[in-house]
């Protein structure tokens, strides 16, 4: 299985540090949890069902026409290519690696291919996964751009898959209202912004053929009742909508701001993380390590994710540790 962020529990046997006494900065989570809400005895003793207010719940909150609530969009990833046949799939990289991993375990052929490149592959593609807000580099593509890539492909039955993990901070930008559309398919996270990665949902945003497709390969009862009416309480919150992302882009600049005063000065990052490319990627990542902060190294770039810390003593606690670190290069 592929690495990912959030693997504390190794940490700690590794550096010999007590979980409870690190400071984890290694996943792109929102770090304040939504609250949990009351969750009555029947959704823990009856099977879900799926007429409960989960679906129009996520569809007001996306502005989507139809929806597929999944255990965490990772499940959606890894059964999308069983809807079509092998062809040629083109990966927006660096991005989340699990993506370009699923198409090649189904068969596929797969070229991961940069921004600049994406208008010279596009013709010989059956389908281009982007992920927008990109993890982790945070870069972020228009509306419009993605739509004519989609148009382009769709005219000749292919497809475009956004997965729009971190888009919950700046919505204005989603293709959630446009995902009716024949040969778009967008997917979203609900851990990630609502602070809630253990309940494991996610919901797919496409045209009703294509969901139906999807729903057979999920199959049934994929979302427990539980996780289907915290789903809902979360995404009605409009008003903690409202003071997550407030929270999460204030935060973000600080950390920002924090990285670049102490010479480490950002490439990308959205509302979630910061991100930057370094020669020193690993020596940085050690450094923090020994000291407690978890932080997401990819070694195939040399580069490093910073997650956002939670509390003003997190705060100083990563400033410490930065101006220490800043002392002994």
């Excluded at 609530?69 to 990289?93: D, E, F, H, M, Y």
């Excluded at 989609?150 to 930008?173: C, K, N, S, Y």
């Excluded at 978890?294 to 040399?302: A, E, I, P, T, W």
Aim: glycine share 8%; charged share 20%; hydrophobic share 45%.
């Amino acid at each position: 299985m592929l690495e990912h962020g959030g693997r504390l529990r190794k940490a700690a046997l590794q550096y010999g540090i007590a979980e409870a006494d690190w400071l984890d900065l290694s996943s792109g989570l929102a770090p304040w949890p939504f609250p949990i809400p009351d969750i009555p005895l029947r959704a823990w003793a009856r099977l879900p069902e799926t007429d409960d207010g989960l679906e129009q719940a996520a569809c007001e909150y996306y502005g989507a026409t139809h929806v597929l609530p999944v255990a965490g969009s990772q499940a959606a990833i890894q059964l999308l290519p069983r809807l079509r046949r092998t062809g040629k799939v083109g990966v927006l990289s660096p991005c989340y690696a699990e993506h370009a991993e699923a198409w090649r375990r189904a068969g596929y052929i797969v070229r991961e291919v940069l921004e600049q490149e994406v208008d010279f592959f596009l013709e010989s593609l059956d389908v281009l996964v982007v992920v927008n807000p990109n993890n982790p580099t945070g870069l972020s593509l228009t509306p419009q751009r993605l739509l004519d890539w989609h148009a382009r492909l769709a005219q000749r039955g292919g497809w475009l898959v956004v997965d729009e993990a971190f888009m919950d901070i700046t919505p204005q930008l989603s293709l959630a209202s446009q995902a009716h559309q024949v040969g778009l398919i967008v997917l979203r996270s609900f851990g990630k912004f609502f602070g809630l990665a253990g309940v494991r949902l996610g919901f797919v945003l496409a045209e009703r053929n294509l969901l139906k497709l999807l729903a057979e390969q999920v199959g049934p009862w994929a979302v427990s009742g539980p996780t289907r009416v915290l789903g809902q309480v979360c995404l009605r919150d409009t008003v903690g909508h409202a003071q997550q992302r407030l929270r999460c882009e204030s935060a973000s600049q600080r950390l920002f701001d924090v990285l670049e005063r102490h010479g480490l000065r950002p490439q990308g990052g959205c509302g979630l993380f910061q991100w930057m490319i370094t020669d020193r990627a690993e020596q940085l990542h050690e450094f923090m390590a020994q000291r407690g902060i978890l932080l997401r190294l990819f070694v195939d770039n040399s580069s490093l994710r910073f997650g956002l810390p939670d509390t003003e003593a997190d705060w100083l606690r990563l400033e410490q540790a930065l101006s220490a670190y800043r002392e002994a290069s």
